[in-house]
């Protein structure tokens, strides 16, 4: 994943632009069926595009087509569900528990909860895409603060906001940028081992190594994608997790696999370690 903030705060302001037009072409479209039917369509326009987007970012700067596919289908599904379930299943409730909602404050807030709903399922996208626990519960987490966030200031700040078509759009600009932020805040805890690229395309990039292999190569479906870089085999190599940490396999014919420039067929790594598969260099770093 890209440690530079600025692609993340340029990607967030597409995802909120695309989000807010598709959304008001739908509700324009739309504007002929009952509130329910609108708030159904609303919830699942914005899931499925806040999913996809959210959860293929990772993907995307990595330049990994295998982490992109699984990225774009977990978080298509899982964010169109959890869209259709904030939007309509919580303006259900507070059409069917009117009374409850008479203070104008409440009733914003109420409402605004369709976030939190929207945000956790987002988090568990983006953590199902992972597969792995660590980067579920991180995703949890930072999808519970993010979608608390939002649905409080949203809330408050729809009471002075009388224009909805205005407040549509600040509000998802406000989810967006709280949901990247906490995510990008707890991206790195309880991190243990990964990867810091030195060069190429990948440079400034760190991949967080948390599963038991990890294939680096010119494949599509390599974790690591080093199509662009020169001397590099499709699986060039892979890494296995032991107790102690990784340990790079060499799998090229032609033995261009090195730790700290020395050529090795299995080496274990050590914090520090410099590895060179091809012309791609890499820094194996550890938090102990």
Known sequence: MKTSLKPYLWAALAIVLSSWAALEFVLLVSRQLGYGAQGFLAGAVLGLCLGAFFTGLDGFFGQSPLRLERGLKFGALIGLCGGILGFYLIDQIAFHFEPFFTNPTIEALAYAQRWVVLSLALGAARGGAEQNNLAASRAL????????????????????????????????????????????????????????????????????????????????????????????????????????????????????????????????????????????????????
Do not use: M
């Open 141 to 288: 987490i930072a999808s519970l603060l993010a979608g608390i966030s939002a649905a409080v200031l949203i809330g408050l700040v729809s009471g002075f906001l009388d224009r909805p078509f205005v407040l549509r759009g600040f509000s998802i600009f406000l989810f967006c940028f709280l949901f990247l932020g906490f995510h990008l805040r707890f991206l790195q805890y309880k991190r243990e081992h990964w990867l810091r690229s030195l060069n190429g395309k990948h440079e400034g990039a760190e991949f967080e190594l948390t599963r038991e292999l990890y294939f680096l190569g010119t494949q599509s479906n390599d974790d690591i994608n080093l199509d662009r870089y020169e001397e590099v085999n499709s699986t060039h190599a892979k890494l296995l997790k032991y107790e102690y940490g990784y340990a790079l396999v060499d799998n090229d014919p032609f033995c261009r696999t090195f730790v700290n420039f020395r050529n090795i067929t299995e080496q274990p790594l050590k914090k520090g370690d410099v590895i060179k598969i091809g012309s791609a260099l890499f820094q194996y770093c550890t938090a102990a």
